[in-house]
């Protein structure tokens, strides 16, 4: 049965409140209690935590001696920079002057960049030197400061720590903004104060039991709550290792990965995107048989997870538990989630509401009333609670992915999961083309793989019909060369029907 997904996102309770309160840090406990350890490696190098703190706290007084006031708290900073060490440098020197960060994306025209900087009311810039033209026009636009970040600034120091500040001291400050990837609409600010990135971040330590041994490769665009908070704060954070690549490359990450010496890989996030790539090198690649070997050896698995901008993970597969094709686990450590449904009378009830520990299903008749108090925030999901692998799945997006044909809601992501498996297919997009008769038709969009012979519908729906009921089965089908993606590799349904379809609303 499909219902509406509803989260809440819990704060930290009294007592983890006030001793999180009293706790004096610079950005992260890591700083002190790991000072000498290695932080970050990048292109250029290899960098500590005391590394990180002392060049940061350089930047800061900088960013504070670019304004009259010289004070910045709670000021909106936006940033440009590399994916490397230059970034997490102006990460942290925000944050040690109680400002928000406010990352911008290298892919995104100059357009979005203006829509994000006067949306955010950032009142400083930071870039790096081969993006200041980038920003160097927005800033005399907006008569705000751009601090570029030279070799000075990028310098690595060994300065005492001092364990009297009190940098993240209340977790009701806003930290960090964030935009949504517009994969169904027009990218949205989302806030995310101290409390809710800590709450995120030990989640994920506690769910995934991370070790202060961990090394962690990140290949992802860092302004996307996947890549910020999962893949460079939660490493940080926790006292680890961090690998920055300054983009994703198939080979470069099989490397990486395959490499058993200094800097090995413990934890790798991606996108489903980055996996198909690299599914695709490895089949390509001339492997020798010390590399198959090394592959064997590795404790390769797939967890897969759900998330988005406004909570962070959601929901996720433990390690230790049964991981099943197109199923995303159970709620994170410190997260509750209602299944909503309308009644006859349209009014919404809540059928079903889950933990870590325990989901419960409320019986017809028993419904609680959907309008709830309490911190929860509505997300526009349809999922599937399956008791008997108490695990949750997730059909799509409402708006996009359930498509209502005939008197069937039928879940998109299900029929691609199945034309993905086909020998011929690549790549597969599944939506609802509006039709008189049918209400919506079950349309696909297919990318061929290379030397791959054209698909005729007829073929497409023989093949669903194996493992998919016959209204699922597609009605209509458009061959592309390519899908255009956004900056984190997702496709925007809507635009693509209006693009393709256009008489369609």
């Given at each position: 049965m499909l219902k509406t997904l509803k989260i809440i996102n819990r704060s930290l309770n009294n007592s983890k409140l006030s001793s999180f309160l009293t706790l004096k840090r610079t950005v992260y406990r890591s700083v002190y209690d790991h000072s000498d350890k290695i932080a970050v490696i990048d292109d250029n190098g290899r960098y500590s935590y005391k590394n990180l703190i002392s060049a940061s706290f350089q930047l800061s007084n900088k960013l504070l001696k670019s304004i009259p006031s010289g004070k910045l708290k709670g000021e909106r900073i936006a940033f440009l920079c590399n994916q490397d060490v230059s970034y997490v440098l102006a990460q942290w020197s925000c944050w040690l002057n109680h400002s928000v960060c406010v990352p911008l994306c290298k892919d995104h025209p100059a357009k979005v960049l203006e829509y994000y900087i006067k949306d955010s009311k950032a009142s400083i810039l930071i870039s790096t030197s081969n993006f200041e033209n980038v920003l160097k026009p927005l800033a005399e636009k907006f008569k705000i400061p751009l601090i570029v970040l030279n070799k000075d600034d990028l310098k690595m120091k060994n300065d005492k720590i001092e364990k009297d500040l009190d940098i993240f001291s209340n977790s009701k400050e806003d930290a960090l903004i964030l935009y949504t990837s517009g994969t169904t609409g027009p990218p949205k600010g989302v806030v995310h104060t101290v409390s809710s990135l800590k709450a995120q971040m030990d989640a994920m330590i506690e769910s995934w039991r991370w070790e202060t041994k961990d090394t962690l490769l990140n290949v992802l665009p860092l302004h996307h709550v996947h890549g910020i908070v999962n893949c460079v704060m939660t490493p940080l954070y926790n006292g680890s290792t961090l690998v920055m690549d300054q983009k994703f490359d198939a080979a470069t990450?099989?490397?990486?990965?395959?490499?058993?010496?200094?800097?090995?890989?413990?934890?790798?996030?991606?996108?489903?995107?980055?996996?198909?790539?690299?599914?695709?090198?490895?089949?390509?690649?001339?492997?020798?048989?010390?590399?198959?070997?090394?592959?064997?050896?590795?404790?390769?698995?797939?967890?897969?997870?759900?998330?988005?901008?406004?909570?962070?993970?959601?929901?996720?597969?433990?390690?230790?538990?049964?991981?099943?094709?197109?199923?995303?686990?159970?709620?994170?450590?410190?997260?509750?989630?209602?299944?909503?449904?309308?009644?006859?009378?349209?009014?919404?009830?809540?059928?079903?509401?889950?933990?870590?520990?325990?989901?419960?299903?409320?019986?017809?008749?028993?419904?609680?009333?959907?309008?709830?108090?309490?911190?929860?925030?509505?997300?526009?999901?349809?999922?599937?609670?399956?008791?008997?692998?108490?695990?949750?799945?997730?059909?799509?997006?409402?708006?996009?992915?359930?498509?209502?044909?005939?008197?069937?809601?039928?879940?998109?992501?299900?029929?691609?999961?199945?034309?993905?498996?086909?020998?011929?297919?690549s790549e597969c997009v599944v939506l609802g083309v509006p039709d008189a008769q049918w209400g919506e038709k079950v349309t696909a969009i297919i990318v061929l793989n290379q030397n791959a012979e054209k698909l005729s519908l007829d073929q497409i729906r023989e093949y669903c019909k194996k493992k998919l009921p016959a209204y699922s089965c597609p009605t209509n089908l458009k061959i592309v060369d390519a899908f255009e993606r956004n900056a984190v590799g997702k496709i925007n349904k809507k635009e693509l029907r209006q693009k393709l379809f256009p008489t369609s609303k």
């Open positions: 990450t099989w490397n990486h990965l395959l490499n058993d010496k200094d800097p090995s890989i413990s934890v790798f996030m991606a996108v489903p995107t980055i996996y198909v790539k690299l599914i695709e090198q490895y089949k390509k690649s001339g492997w020798t048989s010390k590399d198959v070997e090394q592959i064997r050896k590795m404790r390769l698995f797939v967890s897969e997870q759900f998330g988005m901008s406004e909570a962070g993970r959601v929901l996720s597969n433990t390690i230790d538990g049964k991981k099943l094709p197109g199923r995303v686990g159970l709620p994170m450590p410190n997260m509750t989630i209602r299944l909503t449904q309308k009644d006859d009378n349209n009014n919404e009830k809540i059928v079903a509401e889950g933990t870590l520990e325990k989901v419960k299903i409320f019986e017809k008749g028993d419904h609680k009333d959907g309008n709830v108090s309490g911190e929860l925030h509505v997300k526009g999901d349809m999922v599937e609670y399956e008791m008997a692998n108490n695990t949750f799945k997730i059909m799509g997006r409402t708006s996009v992915d359930i498509i209502k044909s005939g008197g069937y809601k039928i879940s998109a992501l299900d029929i691609e999961a199945v034309l993905l498996h086909h020998p011929s297919i």
